[in-house]
């Protein structure tokens, strides 16, 4: 295929403003499903992404399109996650592009995560071409939205088109526009072989699937790969591009495709997506530029409910990583918990993402611990320890100085909600920057907010007091000094390491308070008396007191009817195998989530 | 040696919270059933069972005639080998005067066992009981008159409207007749009764009062002469319920009749709750629930429902980690749920509250 035939896009979008729905129409319009096969969100296939709405992992398809010129074109369609937490799954779907369609909502306008993905895309040198879409809503004002498209971003957006993707409106004209405005790949075919792995996963039968974008050279079934970052040498056995719901086989990849490569790869932690794929016979000088790697922002500690399911855990861990990069972990052991893992997560809705995806995906059972940002701690001796964990850091006395991770943040809202964001942002340690409108009456505030304030509930919570109208995106910006305490938890006197978290100084006791009593509400009565209490370094802030069970018994037995007792206590044994035994206090699996959701 | 339960499932009226097995009384019906029962026992027959109690449980044997349990009992004496039985049967005040107590004694029947639960009318009427104390009374007497000399009655702890003042004085009043045991239970709400509703929950004692009202319950009966040997039993020296026992002490009995459960021969089983089929089956039906019950399991779970409590030298026979359950035990002896000692393990009456709570921790660790 002549490469001047090849266009390589992705989607840019805020969640809700329609990019699956589009994808769909795309897909309908190139003929590359049956219609019949259709199904709402097509290229969503994992089960949370159609619950949740949303897109998680890129995925990526190849479609054949006729276009008003008579030549036909082939199109590479390669989703992406909307969602600023994934933003590194952006960035690595976009250098596999030449061109992106940016969504624009009629009736909403721009949010802030698909400001952040644009400008990402520029940075990749992207062709942006926006699109209006949402036109069929009563509340559509698609003019307004083409004004901000140029206002913001800067770049031209009068003519764009203007469709709705749920009707089928004018979706002919964006596929015109991927032929006319999306640049065809300019990759040389007789270069050594120079091919981007964007995305990845593991297949039962085949082993490891590479979803890579050829950018030089080209490959066929049989040639040995040679896989640049790990140096690992594999023959590849399948080579195909990704039809809309299955790999079609084709045998050859070249320069400007988009397509899929299997060559028995069993260990997983030969591929890394970001890393270039090269013929080992005839390899490429350098491999091409990695993407922009983002380290985790969140931190928590994930255990198998059930401690003989470490290994289970471990193994599917490893399998998520495959084609989700952006999470870490590593093996840690908590006192109360067991064996488990420290993970790390681009925030807040990856981490809950990756637990649902162990749970569903590979029927795990979990108990997470409460999420947790990276501190910087100068000890007195000088040194400098950055605590991934709350239970390593150090006694009061030896920290000279703490510092937290604090994020630009640029909160895009209706005028109307000013004040309740302002409010929740002063609660919530920010300093206020500024306050640009950007028309009427819309505006972007800019705050510096410390991480560790938004990585619980800060997206619910501005959701909840802007009636859902404010978008919200962040940046690290780097460590500031912070009074920091660290708050530990002690049951029937002794600390529960995996309830230990790190807090500002100012707010250790109304959570140390809060904390307490959500632990009373989990905690069923136990054959004792409970103290529950928070303390800073062995002074008590908080205390509450869980008494002790009074009453269990079957005061009757007899007529000679054991089996009914005996299945009272099998129900018995059952329940006390889903708690967790800390000293001779019996605590459930609940307990510990409750902790994470203190503001309830 | 073996006890032999025979249910009769028959009941004037049926109490609102009671969930045995029972259903209208009819005189043909009665009969009927009489007639099971005896093919029933006569499988037995020369087989040299040694048995040495007999129980009449129900429902209300005490609506049958005193002939038919004569019937029955001389049946049992032709087809087991009997040893100086305790031969119960439970009656309700209502449904016997002096002379059918004297038939019954005459029949062999020697131990009484009345649902008195209460000596307050008015929660013996919200209790939906057809007797008041005082018929109560006069059936205890009537029974002494004639020369049963082991009695026993029911009373019940934290029913609608009781307080634990009432119950004070139903235990004072109860521990004043001429009786030798006392079965008192706590009220629980079975599923599907007539009491399994929103306002009887609302007006029985809830776990805090009803904690309060047992034990305050042990302590008066203890002082009255009764000593506790069961969660639930107390009896003057003596006079511990040698059927009931066998129950706690893993010793075998055979039930007969509809609903009537068994341990014999190493395994436990019933027969359905089913009036015609038991009436119109040759043999009544065997519902095996377990054919070979875990030994150290059920020794726990029953050997502490008794004062005397378990051996730590049988828990060793049956193959426990002895250690571990004494390290509970004397965790749980520190916040005064049960004593250890002598070889012994017992739990104290705070313990037998929570005596579910403390068999699981038990068990968890043989």
Redesign the interface.
């Known amino acids: 295929m002549d490469q001047n035939k090849i266009r390589n896009f992705c989607i840019i979008a805020h969640i809700d403003h329609g990019k699956s729905t589009l994808a769909d129409r795309i897909l309908e319009l190139t003929d590359s499903v049956e219609l019949r096969e259709m199904e709402d969100q097509l290229l969503d296939n994992m089960d949370i992404e159609r619950e949740r709405g949303i897109t998680i992992k890129a995925r990526a398809v190849r479609m054949k399109y006729r276009a008003d010129d008579g030549e036909e074109y082939i199109f590479n369609l390669i989703d992406t996650p909307g969602h600023v937490d994934f933003n590194y799954e952006v960035s690595r779907s976009l250098a596999a592009c030449e061109g992106a369609i940016l969504i624009v909502d009629a009736s909403q306008g721009i949010e802030a995560q698909t400001l952040a993905n644009t400008y990402l895309a520029i940075e990749h040198d992207l062709e942006v071409v926006p699109v209006i879409n949402k036109i069929d809503l009563p509340s559509a004002d698609p003019e307004r939205a083409c004004n901000e498209v140029e206002n913001i971003i800067g770049i031209p957006a009068m003519d764009a088109p203007r469709i709705s993707a749920k009707m089928g409106t004018n979706i002919k004209e964006v596929l015109e526009r991927i032929v006319t405005d999306i640049p065809a790949p300019k990759g040389d075919d007789d270069a050594p072989l120079k091919a981007l792995i964007f995305d990845s996963y593991y297949d039962q039968y085949k082993g490891v699937i590479i979803y890579c974008r050829v950018k030089d050279g080209h490959i066929k079934v049989g040639d040995t790969i040679k896989l640049m970052a790990t140096g690992a040498q594999f023959q590849t056995v399948e080579i195909g591009y990704m039809g809309a719901k299955d790999l079609v086989p084709v045998g050859e990849l070249h320069a400007g495709d988009v397509g899929y490569i299997a060559a028995s790869i069993k260990d997983i932690g030969d591929t890394r997506v970001g890393d270039t794929v090269t013929n080992a016979a005839d390899p490429c000088k350098e491999a091409l530029p990695g993407y922009k790697k983002v380290n985790p922002m969140v931190y928590c500690g994930i255990y198998p409910a059930d401690g003989a399911k470490y290994g289970d855990l471990r193994d599917a861990l490893e399998k998520l990583l495959l084609n989700d990069a952006s999470l870490s972990f590593e093996p840690e052991t908590s006192v109360a918990l067991g064996f488990g893992f420290r993970c790390g997560f681009l925030g807040l809705l990856h981490m809950e993402i990756i637990q649902e995806r162990l749970e569903r995906e590979y029927n795990l059972d979990l108990i997470t611990t409460a999420p947790s940002v990276t501190y910087k701690v100068t000890l007195t001796n000088g040194e400098t320890e950055m605590i991934y964990n709350p239970t390593n850091y150090p006694e009061p006395a030896l920290i000279a100085s703490a510092a937290e991770p604090v994020v630009n943040a640029h909160i895009y809202s209706p005028s109307e909600f000013v004040g309740n964001i302002m409010e929740l942002c002063q609660d919530r340690r920010g300093s206020f920057k500024d306050m640009k409108y950007i028309d009427t009456n819309r505006v972007d505030l800019h705050y510096i907010l410390p991480l560790n304030e938004i990585v619980y509930d800060f997206f619910d919570a501005l959701k909840s007091k802007t009636k859902g109208y404010a978008s919200f995106d962040y940046e690290m910006k780097g460590y500031e000094p912070s009074k920091l305490v660290k708050l530990d938890v002690l049951l029937n006197g002794e600390v529960v390491d995996a309830l230990s978290f790190i807090v500002h100084e100012e707010k250790a006791y109304a959570r140390g308070r809060r904390l307490t009593e959500k632990l009373k509400e989990n905690i069923p009565r136990q054959l004792f008396e409970v103290p529950v209490q928070a303390a800073i370094g062995g002074k008590i802030i908080a205390r509450e007191t869980i008494k002790a069970l009074r009453k269990d018994v079957l005061a009757k037995c007899y007529g000679g009817d054991i089996t009914r007792k005996k299945k009272l206590l099998e129900k018995q044994k059952e329940g006390k195998k889903r708690m967790r035994q800390l000293g001779s206090v019996s605590v459930p699996q609940e307990a510990f989530m409750s902790v994470l959701k203190l503001d309830d | 040696m073996t006890g032999l ?1 025979i ?1 009769i499932p028959f009941c004037a009226r049926k109490c609102p919270y009671c969930d ?1 097995y029972s259903v209208g009384y009819s005189k043909g019906l009665a009969q009927s059933y009489v007639d099971a029962v005896l093919r029933n026992l006569r499988r037995f027959e020369g087989k040299g069972i040694d048995i040495d109690t007999v129980y009449f ?1 129900g429902g209300t044997p005490s609506l049958l005639y005193a002939r038919q349990v004569r019937q029955i009992l001389d049946v049992v004496n032709e087809c087991f080998n009997v040893h100086s039985p305790e031969v119960t049967m439970e009656a309700n005040p209502c449904t016997v005067d002096l002379y059918k107590l004297c038939q019954m004694r005459e029949a062999g029947v020697n131990r009484l066992s009345f649902g008195v639960q209460s000596a307050n009318d008015g929660e013996l009427e919200r209790l939906g009981r057809l007797h008041d104390f005082a018929r109560a009374k006069r059936a205890v007497y009537d029974a002494r008159t004639a020369e049963f000399e082991n009695i026993s009655c029911d009373i019940m702890l934290g029913t609608p409207s009781q307080t634990v003042e009432s119950l004070k004085r139903s235990v004072d009043t109860l521990t004043s007749l001429p009786i030798t045991h006392i079965s008192a ?2 009220l ?1 709400i079975e599923q599907g009764t007539r009491f399994d509703c929103e306002q009887v929950r609302k007006e029985m004692a809830d ?2 009062t ?2 309060d009202m ?1 034990l305050q319950t042990v302590e008066q009966l203890e002082k009255a002469g009764f000593a506790q040997y069961e ?2 039993n107390f009896a003057k020296r003596g006079f511990e319920s040698r059927h ?1 026992l066998k ?2 002490t893993g010793e075998s ?1 055979i ?1 007969i009749g509809a609903s ?4 014999f021969g190493g395994k ?1 089983y ?1 027969c359905p709750r089913d009036v015609d089929a038991f009436v119109q089956g040759d043999v009544q039906a065997e519902i095996v ?2 054919e070979n ?1 875990d030994g150290l ?2 020794y726990i ?2 050997g502490l ?1 008794l004062s005397r409590g378990i051996e730590t030298d049988s828990l060793v026979r049956l193959g426990a980690d002895c250690g571990k359950i004494l390290q509970k035990a004397q ?2 002896e520190k ?1 005064g ?1 049960c004593e250890v000692g002598g070889g012994r393990i017992r739990l104290t009456p705070r313990g ?10 038990f ?2 660790v043989i």
């Open positions: 339960y249910h045995f449980g239970y706590m629980k776990d805090d009803m904690s047992y969660i639930s009931n129950y706690w009995y039930g009537a459960h068994s341990f436990r019933y629930d377990e019950p399991e059920e779970m029953l429902r965790m749980l916040g749920l037998f509250l929570l005596s579910n709570s403390i068999i699981a921790e068990i968890s």
